[in-house]
């Protein structure tokens, strides 16, 4: 176990915001985790998985503990499902496609969304009408304090729109090891009426469409939307979509009547951030080295060697601006440090 000293992250985040961490260690077995956290849990700690939810605005003035543990397996199944078992820090959308090449199916929806495996459960990742919480049985953590091991089921977990219990009363207390899927086997219910899937489809001229078909139209949906963080610095979504109430909604309407939504409850319709965004004229916005994407207003990037904190003040700005014009408060998805 050897802590490097004064690393760059620039690697290690979607951004590619180069910030210097002051102490970092890389972490390739849960052993290694119990004996860094028990040497190290009173310090100041920062865990990161695969640095694609995070908007580093600072040297980092801690421990980095990167998480690379690597693992799949099936634990159980039954002649209809199947759980599986990845450990933490297996890329996401690498397990996606390990699934489906075996044909195991409920998360192909969840095709390219970046990040590792341990971060999922965290922020309830989820597109096109499909969320982790829908497959997921449970994970197993261990405590920052005192390295006892847990287990959390779907009901523990307490997942919500881009919530879970990991980042609201356990924030920072546990560090998620491993998660477990259950998965369909065959008889796959498919969801293809959100978004652009089922035109993309169409265009595909797919009209019997397999797991593997879906995965391949969500696929081609993103690639056109969103860049690739390999070639432009970013971290996905960078909002959340705002729920509002439905009388707030109706009046809103008044004044923009083609305004889109998605009817949550009775009571409550959800908004999509990226319109409001767009329409509050940031769509394409470019600042230097930095801006809003010129195909997805949710998405801000790094053309180059932009500073976190000019980014985090252009997410102020809109924030900001989206308050006033529509009297809507959109919160960030991405973890700023």
């Known amino acids: 176990m050897i802590i490097q000293k004064d690393i760059s992250l620039e690697n290690y985040n979607t951004f590619g915001i180069n910030a210097n961490a002051k102490q970092y260690l890389n972490i390739n077995h849960i052993d290694e985790l119990k004996k860094a956290l028990k040497l190290y849990h009173s ?4 865990v990161l998985g695969g640095g694609s939810n995070l908007l580093i605005t600072k ?10 543990l690597k693992g799949i397996r099936i634990k159980s199944e039954t002649e209809t499902h199947v759980i599986i078992e990845a450990q933490a820090g297996e ?10 090449e075996r044909n195991y199916g409920g998360i192909e929806n969840l095709s390219l969304i970046p990040g590792n495996i341990g971060t999922a459960p965290m922020q309830n990742i989820g ?10 049985e449970s994970c197993e953590a261990i405590k920052i304090d005192n390295q006892s091991i847990r287990i959390f089921s779907n009901n523990d977990c307490q997942f919500g729109y881009r919530e879970s219990v990991f980042k609201q009363s356990l924030k920072e207390q546990y560090i998620i090891t491993s998660v477990c899927l259950k998965l369909t086997k065959h ?3 498919l969801k293809t009426g959100y978004g652009a899937i089922k035109t993309e489809l169409e265009i595909l001229q797919i009209e019997n469409p397999t797991i593997q078909d879906v995965s391949k139209a969500v696929i081609a949906i993103r690639e056109s939307k969103l ?9 996905g979504s960078f909002f959340k979509n705002p729920i509002i109430s439905k009388p707030q909604f109706l009046n809103l309407q ?3 009547p083609k305004i889109p939504h998605y009817v949550v409850s009775e009571s409550e319709i959800k908004i999509p951030a990226g319109w409001l965004i767009e329409t509050a004229g940031f769509k394409g916005k470019r600042f230097g080295d930095y801006g809003v994407h010129n195909k997805q207003a949710l998405v801000l990037v790094n053309y180059g060697n932009a500073a976190g904190e000019d980014i985090f003040k252009l997410a102020q700005l809109i924030q900001k601006t989206v308050l006033r014009l529509f009297k809507i408060n959109i919160e960030t998805e991405v973890n700023i440090i």
């Open 127 to 136: 597109a096109y009408g499909v969320e982790i919480k829908d497959v997921f």
């Open 227 to 235: 860049p690739n963080p390999k070639d432009i610095g970013n971290s």
């Open 254 to 256: 008044k004044d923009f």
């Open 187 to 189: 008889n796959h219910n």
């Open 91 to 100: 890329n996401w959308h690498n397990f996606v496609q390990w699934c489906l």
């Open 59 to 68: 040297d980092i003035d801690a421990l980095v503990l990167h998480i690379n």
């Open 43 to 46: 310090k100041k700690l920062l």
